[in-house]
């Protein structure tokens, strides 16, 4: 299934962010970062594209990642660390947050 235009650039970004692959500590903060700016389906369809191109052990773990931020909310100095990294790689959405 070809994804939308706009899921497309996600991909794009993600890919230009983590160009060595996702790291499995980032999975959890990543879709939450997601889910805070696209649907449940959006990020499902971002999710699955990422699992088509990924080894079993991270296919187990995206869906853990997801399984895990609809249960549990990530740490914040999870969440700003990838913000930090999709903001090197040109995710327009990724501000930093600083804590006070």
């Known amino acids: 299934m070809e994804l939308p235009p706009v ?3 996600v991909i794009g970004w993600l890919r230009a962010g983590y160009p060595e692959g ?5 999975y959890i903060p990543l879709f939450a970062l ?3 700016q696209l ?5 499902n369809l971002i999710a699955t594209e990422l699992s088509s191109v990924a080894n079993p052990e991270s296919q187990e773990a995206i869906k853990k990642a997801i399984a895990d931020v609809t249960n549990t909310p990530p740490k914040a100095s999870d ?8 903001a090197e790689g040109g ?3 990724a501000k930093v ?3 006070d």
């Open 7 to 9: 899921l497309s650039k």
């Open 22 to 26: 996702v790291p499995d500590v980032d």
């Open 34 to 36: 997601l889910g805070s």
């Open 39 to 43: 649907t449940n389906e959006e990020v």
């Open 79 to 86: 969440v700003n660390r990838v913000r930090a990294r999709l």
């Open 91 to 93: 995710w327009p959405l």
């Open 97 to 99: 947050e600083h804590p």
